[in-house]
Nanobody
Framework: QVQLVESGGGLVQPGGSLTLSCAVS????????MSWYRQAPGKERMWVASIRSTGGTTVYANSVKGRFTLSRDNTKNTVYLQMNNLKPEDTAVYYC?????WGQGTQVTVSS
Protein backbone atom coordinates (compact mmCIF):
# COMPACT_ATOMS: atom_id res chain seq x y z
CA GLN A 1 0.00 0.00 0.00
CA VAL A 2 1.44 3.31 -1.08
CA GLN A 3 1.43 6.07 1.51
CA LEU A 4 2.62 9.66 1.31
CA VAL A 5 2.44 11.37 4.68
CA GLU A 6 3.11 15.10 4.93
CA SER A 7 4.06 16.88 8.12
CA GLY A 8 5.48 20.19 9.29
CA GLY A 9 2.67 22.58 8.42
CA GLY A 10 1.42 25.22 10.79
CA LEU A 11 0.92 28.89 11.46
CA VAL A 12 3.83 31.23 10.83
CA GLN A 13 4.25 34.99 10.63
CA PRO A 14 5.15 36.69 7.37
CA GLY A 15 8.87 36.43 6.79
CA GLY A 16 9.07 33.23 8.78
CA SER A 17 10.13 29.74 7.78
CA LEU A 18 8.74 26.24 7.79
CA THR A 19 10.02 22.89 6.60
CA LEU A 20 7.55 20.37 5.26
CA SER A 21 8.36 16.67 5.13
CA CYS A 22 6.80 13.89 3.11
CA ALA A 23 7.51 10.33 4.15
CA VAL A 24 6.81 7.71 1.48
CA SER A 25 6.22 3.99 1.86
CA UNK A 26 5.12 1.17 -0.41
CA UNK A 27 6.62 2.87 -3.45
CA UNK A 28 10.05 2.76 -5.15
CA UNK A 29 10.82 6.24 -3.87
CA UNK A 30 14.36 6.51 -5.17
CA UNK A 31 13.27 5.84 -8.75
CA UNK A 32 10.83 8.65 -9.22
CA UNK A 33 10.51 12.40 -9.38
CA MET A 34 8.73 13.83 -6.36
CA SER A 35 6.71 17.04 -6.34
CA TRP A 36 4.88 19.47 -4.10
CA TYR A 37 1.64 21.19 -4.98
CA ARG A 38 -0.51 23.63 -3.04
CA GLN A 39 -4.13 24.66 -3.04
CA ALA A 40 -5.29 27.95 -1.60
CA PRO A 41 -8.91 28.44 -0.52
CA GLY A 42 -11.17 28.84 -3.53
CA LYS A 43 -8.35 28.21 -6.00
CA GLU A 44 -7.14 25.33 -8.09
CA ARG A 45 -4.28 23.13 -6.98
CA MET A 46 -1.03 24.42 -8.42
CA TRP A 47 2.41 22.94 -8.85
CA VAL A 48 5.13 24.29 -6.55
CA ALA A 49 8.31 22.32 -7.14
CA SER A 50 9.77 19.01 -8.30
CA ILE A 51 12.94 17.07 -7.68
CA ARG A 52 14.37 14.33 -9.86
CA SER A 53 14.99 10.85 -8.51
CA THR A 54 18.68 11.40 -7.86
CA GLY A 55 18.05 14.78 -6.26
CA GLY A 56 20.38 16.49 -8.69
CA THR A 57 17.74 18.56 -10.48
CA THR A 58 15.08 20.73 -8.92
CA VAL A 59 12.60 23.06 -10.56
CA TYR A 60 10.37 25.65 -8.96
CA ALA A 61 7.34 27.73 -9.75
CA ASN A 62 8.26 31.37 -10.27
CA SER A 63 6.19 32.37 -7.25
CA VAL A 64 8.46 30.43 -4.87
CA LYS A 65 11.80 30.49 -6.66
CA GLY A 66 14.55 31.81 -4.42
CA ARG A 67 12.49 31.27 -1.25
CA PHE A 68 11.72 27.53 -1.28
CA THR A 69 14.24 24.69 -1.44
CA LEU A 70 13.32 21.12 -2.27
CA SER A 71 15.49 18.20 -1.25
CA ARG A 72 15.22 14.48 -0.73
CA ASP A 73 16.84 11.72 1.26
CA ASN A 74 16.57 8.47 -0.65
CA THR A 75 17.85 6.52 2.37
CA LYS A 76 14.86 7.74 4.38
CA ASN A 77 12.28 7.77 1.57
CA THR A 78 11.54 11.37 2.47
CA VAL A 79 11.30 14.62 0.57
CA TYR A 80 11.61 18.02 2.23
CA LEU A 81 10.35 21.48 1.29
CA GLN A 82 12.19 24.25 3.10
CA MET A 83 10.15 27.43 2.89
CA ASN A 84 11.74 30.75 3.79
CA ASN A 85 10.52 34.33 3.72
CA LEU A 86 6.94 33.14 3.75
CA LYS A 87 4.21 35.48 2.52
CA PRO A 88 0.47 35.53 3.21
CA GLU A 89 -0.10 34.39 -0.37
CA ASP A 90 1.75 31.17 0.46
CA THR A 91 -1.18 30.17 2.66
CA ALA A 92 -2.53 26.89 1.30
CA VAL A 93 -2.80 23.18 1.83
CA TYR A 94 0.46 21.67 0.62
CA TYR A 95 0.42 18.26 -1.02
CA CYS A 96 3.24 15.84 -1.68
CA UNK A 97 2.93 13.94 -4.95
CA UNK A 98 4.50 10.99 -6.71
CA UNK A 99 3.44 9.72 -10.12
CA UNK A 100 -0.11 8.50 -9.58
CA UNK A 101 -0.19 9.21 -5.86
CA TRP A 102 -1.01 12.09 -3.50
CA GLY A 103 -0.58 12.72 0.19
CA GLN A 104 -3.39 13.97 2.39
CA GLY A 105 -2.00 17.49 2.61
CA THR A 106 -0.73 19.73 5.38
CA GLN A 107 -2.01 23.22 6.10
CA VAL A 108 0.35 26.18 5.97
CA THR A 109 -1.00 29.50 7.18
CA VAL A 110 1.04 32.69 6.93
CA SER A 111 -0.49 35.44 9.00
CA SER A 112 0.40 38.04 11.58
Amino acid sequence: QVQLVESGGGLVQPGGSLTLSCAVSGFPFSSYTMSWYRQAPGKERMWVASIRSTGGTTVYANSVKGRFTLSRDNTKNTVYLQMNNLKPEDTAVYYCAAPGYWGQGTQVTVSS
